[in-house]
Every structure is written in C-alpha cells, then in structure tokens.
C-alpha cells in the first residue's frame, strides 16, 4: 500500500445520509441498500410482531439497515416460491413489521398466508393485509 493520506470532511458537511436530501455542502449524498431496492417491492401486509421471531423461526439472519425514516431490521428470503423481504423499522409506535414480495405477484394473499403457515402463526398475528 502507498502512504496517501485522505483528508478529513470539510466541517461544514453534513452527514451525508442526513435529510433533506440534496441539500447542504456535502457533494455526497448516501442512501441505504434497503431504500435502493425497496421502491420496487409490494407490500402485502403487516404482521403485528417484530422481525426477530419470524427470523428465529426460519433461521434466517436480520440484517440492520436505515432510510429516510429510521434504522431497521430486515430479512430477504426465498419460500415455496415466493421472494420475502420483511422489514421492522425502529420508531414505528405501532410495532409492526412489513411483509413485502420483492417481486409484484397477483396472488399476494396466498404468499402471506404461506408465510403465516410456514412460520406457524394465524391470523390474529396479521395487522393489515394488502398495502394500507
């Protein structure tokens, strides 16, 4: 490696997550994975439980990620055909977690009644279906 050194931010830079976005001296502009690719996503539901149990139960790892909302956790997996993403923001007063299909499909109730079916929970566990 060569000895070349960076120079520290200009101090009047905001953080370059920071909204409103665009604005401010900081030429860069940062967004999340999550707000990159979530846009293309279609809600499906809500399930009135935190990400962490749906996780455990499927072994799967919650990633921490942020928007312009929060920080986050989520989980992206693959089941019986379907593509899941659900994502529980920090701040929602609610305590709800999103389920999302990360590819439109037109049969959306039968993806989460599969999920509620393989993860071994009912109907009382589910907030809202559809994308309220």
Request: proline content about 8%; some cysteine; hydrophobic content about 40%.
């Amino acid at each position: 490696m060569t000895d070349i050194e960076v120079p520290g931010p200009d101090p009047d830079w905001q953080e370059a997550t920071s909204p409103p976005y665009y604005t401010g001296k900081n030429p860069a502009h940062q967004w999340s994975v999550w707000e990159h690719c979530s846009p293309l996503f279609q809600m499906i539901g809500g399930l009135a439980l935190p990400v962490q149990p749906v996780a455990k139960r499927l072994r799967l790892h919650v990633e921490r990620s942020w928007d312009g909302l929060d920080e986050l956790d989520v989980v992206l997996f693959r089941l019986r055909g379907f593509s899941f993403a659900i994502s529980e923001h920090d701040g929602n007063p609610a305590g709800i977690s999103f389920v999302w299909l990360t590819q439109r499909h037109e049969d959306a109730d039968k993806a989460l009644d599969i999920l509620l079916e393989v993860v071994g929970i009912g109907e009382e566990a589910v907030a809202f279906r559809g994308d309220p």
